[in-house]
């Protein structure tokens, strides 16, 4: 008797960048620029003659997705439009994670994993986007008063 090989499911992490205006496009660009190609990298844009909603697009996003790809939606703003629109999702959908406080450090981190991002890394992912957010003024100037400092 021939032994059946288990089917092993392939996951891919879906990613959803959502935001007002062209950001999430840029965004997306950004991602394009650094890494190449990004299938998995979704955008949705609201704008002030928008025939779809945002949430309509995440919907029509979420039903093309394999039920197994895990899904991250990121946003611009909490607390702000896009944001709490799409918070409605999380009752339909258990695969969606949301995750506001988009940047290009937090996009590109979580469009390279390849596999289900566990809380942890996710955490981490989040630390290290807000890490780079810097007054570079006060960084140079620190780092000219040590200099300094050391003479």
Do not use: W
């Amino acid at each position: 008797m021939v032994k059946q090989r288990e089917r092993k499911v392939m996951r891919m992490n879906q990613i959803i960048l959502a935001s007002h205006g062209g950001l999430a496009a840029g965004m997306r660009s950004t991602l394009e620029l650094i890494v190449g190609e990004v299938p998995h990298v979704h955008v949705l844009s609201a704008t002030r003659d928008e025939t779809e909603s945002v949430l309509e697009g995440a919907r029509r996003l979420l039903e093309s997705f394999a039920p197994e790809d895990p899904v991250y939606i990121l946003t611009d703003l909490l607390n702000g439009s896009v944001n709490n629109t799409l918070l409605a999702l999380l009752t339909e959908c258990p695969q969606v994670q949301i995750v506001c406080g988009m940047n290009a450090c937090l996009a590109l981190n979580m469009a390279a994993e390849d596999g289900p991002i566990s809380s942890e890394l996710l955490e981490a992912f989040i630390r290290q986007a807000q890490e780079q957010i810097a007054d570079c003024n006060k960084l140079l100037q620190n780092a000219a008063e040590n200099e300094e400092d050391d003479l």
